[in-house]
């Protein structure tokens, strides 16, 4: 029989947010304002840096990217210096989805040394979706549990009812024994709504007649199709893990007569993080950023080994979960696509500078996620940062004399600082765990 905590795995992959976006309503070059100049900040070439005046009457407001020291709030607008040559920025605010701004788009391109530009953003005016109606889901059996955006609602006597935003939000009804339904409802202040939900009961086999003693399990196998996994740790910060399905991968490694190809095949599921564990998570869970790349959206670097241990460790007691660091084989195979791979050179595409921050495109760390993930949704898994293993020896070389246990874990595909060829499949080494400003983690969970 399923079991509800299984379940409510699967139940928290429908993506509910429903954060509001900001939007640039114009982008120009401040042609008579001469701020760059007679308040300037100098870029690491001693040059004045272009200055971003970007208008919002908000609080809060961070910024991400190539920025010369910290933001400066005024008035109705924050001043953001960037050295010349920048052509993006990161606007970030707790209430809001974050905002890439790629200046290209705005006729600016490159910003230019000691030149003032204006960004004015806007906040979406109040509208219907501000507004609150009243949802009624009437369920049986009267010991099911419902879930609203993720959420329980506390029912009684078979009716659960709360009152919503105007506008879509997901539902789930789960019972231990029965077929979990699931789906989106559409709240419209013109009327409450009102669902009627009767679970049916799951189909019997004779595993699920098997007795079984506390904390044993019963293996099940569950299919997942797309699955995110979305789990908060703290204030607005959450961690987005990627099922990954069974299936078969095939390894080629070496050069020319003394080249070898072997095949591996994954019999269980797991989950996979979406993105590398970022800087933001990181002060979530160890109250401190040991980050030479500073920048609360930008991988975390700088962390041993042990150091990853120990965040895993207190981030299990703050989750419930049982994060832990992937094998090299789990990223290999994640990164190529897993059961949907389309046989990429690198993870998501033949062209790495479509997919990785690597030598050729960067001089450091970069935000999480602005490249194209791979087949799975995943980003990152080429370039920006090594990543730790949770072995020592690589799985596909084990006998080889530079393999052998030892000092050092292995490490998986490549960092800011390599050059892009170097970075294609199989991306794996071992390096002595310590420090390195190019090295992180990412994150696996498979219970």
């Known amino acids: ?35 760059a100049q007679t308040q300037p900040r100098k870029d690491l070439n001693d040059r004045n840096c272009a200055l971003i005046k970007v208008g919002i009457a908000l609080d809060g407001v961070k910024f991400d990217g190539s ?39 705005y006729d600016i391109g490159k910003v230019e040394s000691g030149v003032t530009y204006v960004l004015t953003l806007t906040k979406p005016a109040l509208s219907t979706e501000q507004q609150t109606q009243s949802l009624t889901i009437k ?6 549990s419902v879930l609203v955006d993720n959420k329980f609602v506390k029912g009684a006597n078979g009716v659960a009812q ?16 029965y077929e979990s339904e699931e789906g989106m409802v559409k709240l419209k202040a013109s009327a409450p709504s009102n669902l009627q939900i009767t679970l049916s009961k799951e189909a019997t086999s004779a595993l699920d007649n098997q007795s079984t003693v506390a904390q044993q399990s019963i293996e099940t196998t569950v299919t997942y199709s ?7 740790v703290k204030d607005d910060i959450k961690i987005e893990m990627i099922w990954v399905n069974p299936g078969t991968f095939t390894l080629k490694y070496g050069e020319g007569e003394f080249s070898s190809t072997v095949t591996y095949t994954f019999d269980k599921d797991f989950f996979i993080g979406k993105y590398e564990v970022t800087q933001a998570l990181w002060k979530a869970v160890m109250g401190s950023n040991p980050s030479k790349f500073k920048g609360d959206n930008r991988p975390v670097e700088q962390v041993s080994w042990n150091d990853c241990q120990e965040f895993i460790s207190k981030l299990n007691v703050m989750t419930g979960r049982k994060f832990r660091l992937p094998t090299d084989l789990e990223l290999l195979y994640a ?36 490249k194209q993930p791979n087949e799975l949704g995943i980003f990152d898994m080429t370039g920006n940062v090594w990543e730790w293993c949770l072995n020592k020896a690589n799985s596909f070389t084990p006998d080889s004399a530079d393999n052998q246990e030892g000092a050092g874990y292995c490490v998986y ?35």
């Open 335 to 370: 990164g190529r696509g897993g059961n949907k791979s389309k046989g990429y050179q690198y993870s998501g595409s033949n062209h790495v500078t479509d997919v990785a921050w690597c030598k050729e495109n960067s001089k450091k760390t970069q935000p999480v996620g602005l």
């Open 1 to 35: 029989m399923r079991k509800i905590l299984l379940f409510l795995l699967f139940l928290t992959a429908i993506n509910t947010t429903l954060a509001q976006e900001l939007k640039v309503k114009s982008f120009k070059v401040a042609t008579s304002d001469l701020t």
């Open 162 to 177: 709360i009152a919503l935003p105007v506008g879509q939000h997901s539902f789930v009804v789960a019972c231990d024994g």
């Open 139 to 144: 369920y049986a059996p009267l010991t099911a």
């Open 226 to 232: 797309d699955l995110t996994l979305a789990i908060p």
């Open 413 to 447: 595909g490549g960092g800011w600082y390599n050059e892009g060829s170097a970075c294609s499949f199989p991306c794996v080494d071992k390096m002595p765990p310590e420090f390195n400003d190019a090295i992180g983690l990412r994150l696996a969970l498979s219970d």
């Open 67 to 105: 920025i010369m020291g910290e933001p400066v709030q005024k008035l109705g607008e924050y001043w953001v210096y960037m050295p010349q040559g920048v052509s993006m920025l990161q606007v970030l605010h707790k209430d809001y989805t974050p905002l890439m701004i790629n200046f290209f788009d």
